[in-house]
């Protein structure tokens, strides 16, 4: 049985390259993904990062670490996002369509040495999506597999 999360933080990315920007809530857009993100289009249109899978990450790092360093937009507590491609991912009133996992690159290596390599097993880089409808996205809103 799939539990019930919440969503703890929210992050845009103005532009490729730039800092990730604390944000309390966002609008989707089908098709497009987040307004004002750099990442608009295509499979990738909303990553998704769990609360669970990074306190692995800062286990084998050993130390704590800033969870926009991943660069995801959402941080999700209790939903496990791990061999979840297909499926639907309610966030509020959102509904996000998981096309797969979001993989480390080269970018996380050079943000903290060693986090490549903590993020590669079990899905815990995310996952990334696409937005089915139109919705308005709130840190704290509930997270549910439809």
Request: charged content about 25%.
């Amino acid at each position: 049985m799939d539990s019930t999360g919440t969503l703890r933080n929210l992050w845009i990315k103005p532009a490729m390259g730039a800092a990730m920007e604390a944000v309390d809530s966002m609008s989707v857009v089908a098709g497009e993904g987040i307004v004002g993100n750099a990442d608009r289009g295509g499979d990738r249109q909303v990553t998704i990062l769990a609360t669970e899978r990074w306190a692995d990450v800062e286990a084998d790092l050993g130390r704590s670490v800033e969870p926009s360093t991943r660069r995801a937009n959402l941080f999700v507590e209790g939903v496990e996002l791990a061999d979840s491609s297909g499926r639907v991912l309610r966030v509020g009133d959102a509904r996000i369509e998981i096309r797969g996992e979001t993989r480390p690159c080269h970018l996380m290596e050079a943000a903290v040495d060693g986090l490549r390599g903590a993020l590669d097993p079990d899905w815990r880089g995310g996952a990334y999506g696409v937005a089915l409808g139109d919705a308005v996205i709130n840190v704290g809103d509930v997270v549910a597999w439809e």
